[in-house]
């Protein structure tokens, strides 16, 4: 546990109620905040005791309050004197952090209003991972830290020695050469079952996995604040084992009306459809920390990380339409050129992917945008019960030409944002041929930085449109 101050502190009270200390005195009172949250903490144990000899005859041992609602607490008829302040919570417990103080002077008649908090997340970063000089003399940089508390599925019960890793993307430019690097740190659990992964990117994105034994989280995506510290717990379980239940409603984002028949399926695991009120269940979902895709035939797909575990809570998903999404996209575009796209004729000169343009696709008699990659080799198009599956050849693999499972589904990208691993019906939707401007396609070992942020081991489909 990182201490932040030498407390002085009694341990948390079991059920505690507040002493009197006589009828004369000062107020003191206060609010208690969670500095993450961005929000009052309710149920902290606030302890006021005292910092010096006279001050502790007067008062007669520490005193103890709890906050309310709105994290406010208050200590009547406090002698005069010099006190320390601090308080417990659960909240303190999960992030391996004690309590912070504060030290307040009373005087007689004049009453004390004060503030307790939890740490910031750029102040816990510090403190857990410290910190850093950077490159520009005398500038102190501090790299994210991610933290949290690797738990069974199964109980909640936490997990010793598990292994965690985070793993992202690093992009250098120098000069006329474009550099990346998939940075990787690795930690191991302490005994209550709490890791820190330190110097992770702030304000970018990382992948996120633990394991120990035959049970494991899916890698799942964590988007780091640009305070520099995220909390995220992880629950362990068996992938292949299923038993577990999750519930859930599809609705429209627009409207809230339930998004009939949408289909809900974990990664390389169980599906199932939105009945018409937009409501589904998966009953033999794999225990633990898993990936969650939610979609509909001309709606913006939702992929999440969701816990299978006991008594989780029923989950709602709000999809927008391509067309409100592409909509805003565009909007956002017109404030300046586009970059991104004005890279195509240099992309297609290095040869490392291949390139067509709207004349091509007339040329070819392509109908659907998706008749495309039918002609393209290296890619797969095939008709399944949910729908036309998209897949590439792994690039790790490219020996083995017609194996299904030597197969993997591609990133595909809109204008520069990406699809997640979209259908080809979905391709068909949200561009259609006589909105298609240019595409490029990618197989993994040649993917630009830019469009490989998912590093999902695959390729690249990357769309734009007129």
């Avoid at 990659?373 to 729908?387: D, Q």
């Avoid at 017609?402 to 204008?415: A, E, F, K, M, W």
């Avoid at 990406?418 to 019906?425: N, T, V």
Wanted: charged residues 20%.
């Amino acid at each position: 546990m990182i201490a932040t101050a030498a407390l002085g502190l009694l341990a948390p009270p079991a059920g505690a109620q507040q002493t009197a200390a006589g009828a004369s005195g000062t107020l003191v009172s206060g609010v208690v905040r969670d500095s993450i949250a961005r929000a009052p903490l309710a149920g902290a144990w606030v302890q006021l005791v005292t910092a010096d000899s006279l001050a502790a005859a007067a008062l007669g041992g520490a005193r103890t309050a709890m906050s309310d609602s709105l994290g406010r607490f208050s200590f009547e008829h406090v002698p005069e004197g010099r006190y320390r302040l601090g308080f417990f919570h659960a909240v303190l417990d999960s992030l391996g952090i004690e309590a912070p103080l504060r030290d307040i002077t009373v005087r007689r008649g004049r009453a004390v209003q004060t503030e307790l908090a939890v740490p910031s997340g750029r102040t816990l970063g510090a403190l857990i991972c410290g910190e850093r000089i950077g490159r520009d003399a005398g500038v102190v940089v501090t790299g994210a830290a991610v933290i949290g508390v690797v738990r069974d599925a199964r109980g909640g019960a936490p997990v010793a020695d598990a292994v965690v890793s985070g793993e992202w993307m690093e992009i250098s430019i120098g000069g006329a050469r474009i550099d990346r690097r998939r940075p990787r740190v690795v930690v191991t659990t302490g005994a209550n079952g709490w890791f820190a992964l330190c110097n992770a990117p702030v304000g970018g994105t990382m992948f996120l996995t633990a394991g120990h034994g035959a049970d494991s989280t899916d890698v799942i995506e964590a988007s780091v604040p640009t305070d520099g510290f995220l909390r995220r717990d992880l629950y362990l379980g068996r992938a292949r084992l299923g038993g577990g239940r999750v519930t859930g409603v599809v609705v429209k984002a627009e409207t809230g009306q339930p998004l009939t028949y949408a289909q809900v399926h974990f990664v390389d695991g169980p599906a199932t459809r939105a009945n018409e009120r937009g409501e589904w269940t998966i009953g033999n979902a794999p225990p633990g920390t898993r990936v969650l895709e939610v979609r509909a035939v001309g709606y913006y797909p939702e992929r999440r990380a969701v816990d299978v575990i006991d008594a989780a809570p029923p989950i709602r998903s709000a999809l927008l339409t391509f067309k409100a999404v592409l909509d805003t996209v565009r909007i956002i575009a017109k404030v300046g050129p586009d970059r991104q796209f004005s890279g195509f004729d240099e992309r297609a000169r290095s040869g490392m992917g291949r390139f067509y343009t709207a004349a091509d696709l007339e040329r070819r008699g392509v109908i659907e945008t998706s008749d495309l990659f039918k002609m393209v080799p290296g890619v797969y198009v095939e008709r399944t019960a949910t729908g036309t599956l998209l897949q590439m050849r792994s690039a790790f693999t490219a020996d083995v030409q017609t194996d299904p499972s030597y197969r993997c589904r591609p990133s595909v990208y809109l204008d520069g944002m990406q699809l997640w691993e979209a259908s080809a019906d979905e391709i068909d939707v949200a561009a259609p041929v006589r909105r298609v401007r240019a595409i490029e396609v990618y197989t993994e070992s040649n993917v630009p930085p830019q469009f490989n942020r998912a590093m999902n081991g695959c390729g690249a489909i990357v769309i734009w449109s007129k």
